[in-house]
């Protein structure tokens, strides 16, 4: 394989890598905890919705509602970081992308 070929093989890996982190992106993972905490988060790590259960409303339930919340969200962060080492060892061989980004 010549320079050139390795060059074409790289920049089409890159333009793979850059559609498949936007996709990414823009999907939507969502965890429930506990039956009274719901958060959707896009694979960019915002937060689209945080739904908390209205009978979770009560004073005694405060604690277990933001344990619940900050359990969402850091699963949320693992599935994100386990899919875009998916997509990176898919489309690189490599988790971290294969230093392409």
């Known amino acids: 394989m010549n320079m050139q070929q390795i060059m074409m093989q790289a ?3 890159q333009r793979e890598l850059k559609k498949a982190k936007e996709n990414l992106a823009n999907q939507e993972f969502k965890l429930s905890k506990n039956g009274m905490v719901e958060i959707v988060m896009y ?8 739904n908390i259960d209205q009978d979770a ?3 005694d339930n405060k604690e277990m ?3 619940s919340i900050g359990m969402c969200i850091n699963e949320l962060i693992e599935q994100i970081d ?3 080492e998916k997509i ?3 489309i690189t061989g ?5 230093g392409l980004f």
């Open 88 to 90: 990176n060892e898919k």
């Open 43 to 50: 694979g960019d790590k915002t937060i689209k919705a945080i």
């Open 57 to 59: 409303f009560d004073i």
């Open 11 to 13: 920049q089409k890996m």
């Open 82 to 84: 386990e899919t875009e």
């Open 94 to 98: 490599s988790k971290n992308g294969g």
């Open 65 to 67: 509602i933001e344990e």
